[in-house]
């Protein structure tokens, strides 16, 4: 190791582990890192939960032994315990679990990936531990976005060519009418269901159809607005709707999949000349490059 400070860890251990906490603390050292362990720090006088409380504190990574004897053990416990209670509130202490001859993981270990070390495989578990410690000190690999596959891509833009259409209505949303006797109060939501979500473009020549167009006397304009993949007649009655609306709804549905439509092509004209443009001017510097006659 080279860092100008040695990384630092602490050994959990219920003192029935005593021998394995030795070979683990000497493998350690011997691979440069600074290793805490009560029975080589404490002095007669100091308060113990004082002096391992302090450390927790400092200390960098928790090698947390856990054997038959240490998840009966209430001091290893509380070590354990204020070790997670760092590692969660993000301090700096990392826990690094050992099991010993299958020992069942307490509660707060469940989660953690552990390194299986017993007294006779000591020497290749602190080789394991200590590259795992290494690999903590490196920042971690950030996984790169995710690229829509070629066919879902393809298939994305096969159905932005399929025209939405009316296909029910939402009855769970239905709305209620105040029916208190006011202008209205007979009138309610009724939320038609559309077969995929339109984009904005779409949203935007929907709503302005139905407020502006004339379609007939029993026209109500004002109460069509987009949301989602539904349509939101909100000051209507489904009888209306059924009587009314409902041809009106896919005239208006119709000349939004025509407006959203026309602008794809104009996106997709104005992205082939651009391409175009761009495989000219790649053309151009390439033919003025040949030109100049550098050596190869």
Not at 92 to 115: A, F, N
Not at 187 to 201: A, E, G, K, M, N
Not at 252 to 267: L, S
Request: hydrophobic share 40%; charged share 25%; proline share 5%.
């Amino acid at each position: 190791m080279t860092e100008a400070y040695p990384t630092s860890v602490f050994i959990s251990y219920q003192h029935a582990d005593k021998a394995l906490a030795r070979k683990l603390q000497d493998g350690l050292e011997q691979q440069g890192f600074f290793v805490w362990r009560d029975e080589a720090e404490l002095r007669v006088g100091d308060s113990i939960v004082e002096r391992v409380t302090a450390a927790l504190d400092q200390i960098e990574f928790v090698a947390a032994i856990v054997s038959s004897a240490s998840v009966t053990s209430p001091w290893c416990q509380k070590e354990l315990s204020l070790a997670m209670t760092g590692e969660i509130a993000r301090r700096g202490v990392q826990v690094l679990p050992l099991r010993v001859d299958g020992t069942d993981m307490p509660p707060s270990l469940k989660d953690k990936l552990y390194l299986d070390i017993s007294t006779e495989n000591a020497n290749e578990a602190v080789e394991t531990l200590a590259n795992s410690i290494r690999s903590h000190l490196q920042p971690v690999r950030q996984i790169p976005a995710r690229r829509l596959r070629p066919a879902a891509a393809q298939q994305s833009i096969e159905s932005e060519d399929v025209p939405i259409r009316v296909v029910g209505i939402d009855r769970d949303n239905v709305g209620t009418p105040r029916g208190d006797g006011t202008p209205g109060s007979a009138l309610y939501l009724v939320p038609l269901v559309l077969s995929r979500t339109p984009d904005q473009l779409w949203a935007a020549a929907f709503t302005e159809r139905w407020n502006n167009a004339l379609f007939s006397s029993m026209h109500r304009p004002g109460i069509g607005s987009v949301r989602g993949n539904r349509i939101l007649l909100d000051g209507t009655t489904v009888e209306e709707v059924a009587d009314y609306h409902l041809a009106t709804v896919r005239q208006t549905i119709d000349y939004a999949n025509e407006v959203a439509a026309t602008q794809r092509r104009r996106d997709a004209q104005a992205k082939q000349r651009r391409d175009a443009q761009l495989e000219q001017h790649a053309a151009e510097v390439d033919e003025a490059i040949r030109r100049m006659g550098f050596d190869s």
